[in-house]
T-cell receptor, first 112, second 110 residues
Framework: DTAVSQTPKYLVTQMGNDKSIKCEQN?????MYWYKQDSKKFLKIMFS???????INETVPNRFSPKSPDKAHLNLHINSLELGDSAVYFC???????????FGQGTRLTVV | AQRVTQPEKLLSVFKGAPVELKCNYS??????LFWYVQYSRQRLQLLLR??SRESIKGFTADLNKGETSFHLKKPFAQEEDSAMYYC????????????FGKGTKLTVNP
């Protein structure tokens, strides 16, 4: 019974395309995150939502737009994909007031 | 500014040898410190957190506020410990983001 699940697990697409990654958590958490892991395995936060409200928005190109239809879901839409967007994107969730985060299995995005 | 430094990108030891993965941090206040582990092609998972002061899979980590360090240690490494290890910090409470170090890839050789 997966706690934080992301789809798809792998995504290969051409430059210039628009793609979305979906994330769902069944832990009852009210806070969700997107992290990016680059080719050097460096993990960096991109966005955080608490109860569907954006609370953290790091320096990320406008081509990246998160959407949270409800507190159990946080999707990531990327417009006009570039080669440099190739990375593994991790979704995570936590409960407000508790800093331990639970991570999804990651989505490996390859832009060709 | 929040910063986590893991000075070793790669660490290789033999099975049965002691292992120490270094982590230093910079934070104005009292952070929460964590170690996360990522086995090959798997999700990131919490290994331990400083406030619980427990030993997981034989690993321990002590927060040293004077040296601003949170080194991860295990007296006898096992081959299954081979993984990427990330030290992370967060502000206390709220929905604070996790700030990660760049990770240390541990390889335990037979």
């Amino acid at each position: 019974d997966t706690a934080v699940s992301q789809t798809p697990k792998y995504l290969v697409t051409q430059m210039g395309n628009d793609k979305s990654i979906k994330c769902e958590q069944n832990l009852g958490h009210d806070t969700m995150y997107w992290y990016k892991q680059d080719s050097k395995k460096f993990l960096k936060i991109m966005f955080s939502y608490n109860n569907k409200e954006l609370i953290i928005n790091e320096t990320v190109p406008n081509r990246f737009s998160p959407k949270s239809p409800d507190k159990a879901h946080l999707n990531l839409h990327i417009n006009s994909l570039e080669l440099g967007d190739s990375a593994v994107y991790f979704c995570a969730s936590s409960q407000f007031g508790v800093t331990e985060a639970f991570f999804g299995q990651g989505t490996r995005l390859t832009v060709v | 500014a929040q910063r986590v430094t893991q000075p070793e990108k790669l660490l290789s030891v033999f099975k049965g040898a002691p292992v120490e993965l270094k982590c230093n941090y910079s934070y104005s206040g009292s952070p929460e410190l964590f170690w996360y582990v990522q086995y090959s092609r798997q999700r990131l998972q919490l290994l331990l957190r400083h406030i619980s002061r427990e030993s997981i899979k034989g690993f321990t980590a002590d927060l040293n506020k004077g040296e601003t360090s949170f080194h991860l240690k295990k007296p006898f490494a096992q081959e299954e410990d081979s993984a990427m290890y990330y030290c992370a910090l967060s502000g206390v409470g709220g929905s604070e983001k996790l700030v990660f170090g760049k990770g240390t890839k541990l390889t335990v050789n037979p």
